[in-house]
Nanobody, 129 residues
Framework: EVQLVESGGGSVQAGGSLRLSCTASGLTFDDYAMGWYRQRAESECERVSSISSEGVTYYGDSVKGRFTISKDNVRNSLYLQMDSLKPDDTGVYCC???????????????????????WGQGTQVTVSS
């Protein structure tokens, strides 16, 4: 059984930092594109950042220069370092393992099941002004 478990969410003031972690079991990181997605209020699912099996990274425009994705293949763990957080970063964040060279695009993620790849249960990030 594949499981992805996130940790590290919480509440922080604007300008602060949080580090999200995701530990996966039942799958091999190299077989998937790993990513962080978020669901903000009244917004569609957004791919925040992802990293391919080859280590190629992607960042959404709104987080470039502020967020850093990394992974540890030995520990089957994925991380997202979030710095200079803004109130607009508030949302539910989740990690996902999707087929290599793909990513998810859809109206909803993190708060309800997604019929594509494997997903964690989500962790709330709240940034206050």
């Amino acid at each position: 059984e594949v499981q992805l478990v996130e940790s590290g969410g919480g509440s922080v003031q604007a300008g602060g930092s949080l580090r999200l972690s995701c530990t996966a079991s039942g799958l091999t990181f190299d077989d998937y594109a790993m990513g962080w997605y978020r669901q903000r209020a009244e917004s569609e699912c957004e791919r925040v950042s992802s990293i391919s099996s080859e280590g190629v990274t992607y960042y959404g425009d709104s987080v470039k220069g502020r967020f850093t994705i990394s992974k540890d293949n030995v520990r089957n763990s994925l991380y997202l370092q979030m710095d200079s957080l803004k109130p607009d970063d508030t949302g539910v964040y989740c990690c996902a393992a999707v087929p290599s060279n793909t990513y998810y695009s859809g109206p909803s993620c993190c708060v309800e099941p997604v019929p594509f790849g494997f997903w964690g249960q989500g962790t709330q990030v709240t940034v206050s002004s």
